[in-house]
């Protein structure tokens, strides 16, 4: 069995779920080691010592792919991405715990340079019941705040309608789709497709 499809096999969503409650945000790959690869029942690094399958949990866990691989416990209710500027971009996602009836709204912020920054941030968790937090202003809204709490740290001097001006769209566009397409994961991660699920006695 190949490692991606014993990890949907073997996602425990409750034990995700749980892992979640402190936090509020961090760096991607640290995120899917610290909360996604230990929520996966009996999963080990028998056969991957460089670490490719976490880059590849990665990527589809910021396009938000895990979790719709995993209908049974997961779906994702709204998808919003933004183009900052040249090499800065967001993504985000409601993801809706089914069993729970939680939501998540989940923001992910990457900014490609010579060593690309990815960050994760949890800017809300709400009951499937308060539908007012499921509209398109709240979530909009939360997804500004947490730009602009972001770029006035990084530019402690400046205000924000300085930084503002530099940027090419502040506005998050309702996507149906974040994912990338095949030929993309098998140019960026060969190796982590190819990887078997190796039981550990």
């Known amino acids: 069995m190949k490692k991606i499809d014993h990890a949907y096999q073997n996602f425990d969503a409750d034990k995700f779920l749980n892992s979640l409650k402190?936090?509020?945000s961090k760096n991607l790959l640290n995120f899917v080691t610290d909360h996604i690869i230990p929520s996966i029942k009996n999963y080990n690094e028998a056969n991957d010592e460089n670490g490719f399958f976490e880059q590849y949990v990665k990527d589809l866990v910021s396009t938000?792919?895990?979790f719709e691989k995993l209908k049974k416990s997961f779906e994702i209710v709204f998808k919003f991405e933004n183009?900052?500027?040249?090499?800065?971009?967001?993504?985000a996602y409601v993801l809706l715990f089914k069993k729970q009836k939680i939501c998540?709204?989940?923001?992910?912020?990457t900014v490609h340079s010579l060593a690309?920054?990815?960050?994760?941030?949890l800017l809300d968790k709400f009951n499937y019941s308060e539908k007012e937090k499921l509209s398109f202003d709240h979530i909009k809204k939360k997804l500004y705040q947490?730009?602009?709490?972001?770029w006035t740290e990084v530019y402690k001097k400046k205000s924000w309608e300085d930084i503002?001006?530099?940027?090419i769209s502040t506005e998050f566009n309702h996507v149906r789709s974040l994912k990338f397409n095949k030929k993309y994961y098998k140019e960026a991660?060969?190796?982590?497709l190819e990887l078997e699920h190796v039981e550990i006695n």
């Open 146 to 150: 947490n730009l602009k709490d972001i």
């Open 83 to 91: 183009r900052l500027k040249e090499g800065v971009w967001n993504t």
């Open 104 to 109: 998540l709204l989940l923001n992910f912020e």
């Open 116 to 121: 690309d920054t990815e960050i994760i941030f």
């Open 64 to 66: 938000g792919e895990f």
């Open 22 to 24: 402190e936090f509020e």
């Open 164 to 167: 503002y001006k530099t940027f």
């Open 189 to 192: 991660h060969p190796e982590a």
